[in-house]
């Protein structure tokens, strides 16, 4: 994925709450890939789309740091992140840029009916309107304060214990997935999933999936949604990049994940997330289509 080299990047969209030694904070729920494995490997819970904050709320403010609500400086942030160019030659850049074509995205195919958001950029933990988080968590969406979070080095993580390709593309795919997180808080999707729910039809997994579509949705009109200027950030997805980011998704299923991860053995009850067959399929539903309207995975007999 290549960003168009004179596009403006607006890093409003993002509160960097890295740096400074702070003991900063822990959340709800999204990706959750980190915080699955720390419980398969009986830890800590990571949260997904509102099914797992119970474990955060539980955990309370373990850490002390910024609270809930409370922004950090984003002029370094903002210095450093300024155009397409600089999305190119950087992960950071590259991210706060797909943040922003993201919820450009949004605000087009929803109208009025889209809100905003911040995407929280953290190191080692933070704190939330969900609880306190750390990067054992991996990238999550709390619903109590409507902000995505995100420890950058989630992505290095995914390369290296997942052993997944990487790239822009991959990591706009993480980030898009939590916004779709965002999307269905907004819809009130999220509310019409119990807490704690798991099981391979569960209310959870449908959570995940239809996020992934969303995220598909995302993808394929990332080269035509215009920026402020009226012309699309993005200015290049490959095949390559789609290869990429369906091979993350095999490796981020919950069957692979407790099979390689978590013991040697796929527990269907315990689904969170779906399979890794169910992440690619319907990742590419939402890539094919571009209609978040396929992407209704309740109403769907068969995931």
């Known amino acids: 994925m290549r960003f168009r080299d004179d596009a403006r990047i607006d890093s409003g969209e993002v509160q960097d709450r890295r740096g400074g030694g702070r003991a900063i904070a822990l959340g709800g729920g999204g990706l959750g890939v980190v915080g699955l494995i720390v419980v398969l490997l009986l830890n800590v819970l990571g949260g997904t789309g509102g099914a797992g904050g119970d474990a955060a709320r539980e955990l309370g403010p373990v850490l002390d740091g910024l609270q809930s609500g409370e922004r950090a400086d984003g002029s370094q942030l903002a210095d450093s992140c300024r155009t397409g160019r600089d999305a190119n030659a950087s992960e950071e850049c590259a991210a706060v840029a797909s943040i922003q074509s993201i919820q450009d995205y949004w605000a087009d195919a929803l109208g009025a009916r889209y809100q905003d958001t911040d995407t929280v950029f953290f190191s080692g933990s933070t704190g939330t309107g969900c609880g306190s988080a750390s990067s054992g968590t991996g990238p999550f ?12 080095s989630f992505f290095q993580e995914l390369r290296d214990r997942f052993g997944a390709e ?3 593309f991959v990591n706009a795919y993480v980030l898009a997935h939590e916004y779709g997180h ?5 819809l009130g999707t999220e509310a019409r999933v119990r807490q704690g729910e798991a099981g391979p039809t569960s209310g959870s997994v449908r959570l995940e999936l239809q996020a992934d579509c969303y995220a598909g949705t995302w993808a394929h009109h990332a080269t035509t949604t215009p920026d402020g200027s009226g012309s699309p950030l ?3 997805v490959t095949q390559d990049d789609v290869d990429a980011a369906l091979d993350t998704a095999g490796r981020i299923g919950d ?10 053995r796929a527990d269907p009850g315990s689904y969170t997330h779906g399979t890794s067959e169910q992440r690619q399929r319907w990742f590419e539903r939402g890539f094919d289509s571009g209609d978040p309207q396929r992407c209704d995975t309740f109403a769907a007999s068969s995931l």
């Open 141 to 152: 969406y709390c619903p109590a304060d409507g902000l995505v979070y995100v420890d950058l």
């Open 166 to 168: 990487g790239g822009t």
């Open 182 to 186: 965002h999307v269905q808080d907004l």
């Open 234 to 236: 993005i200015e290049s």
């Open 255 to 264: 069957d692979f994940i407790q099979r390689e991860l978590g013991g040697g």
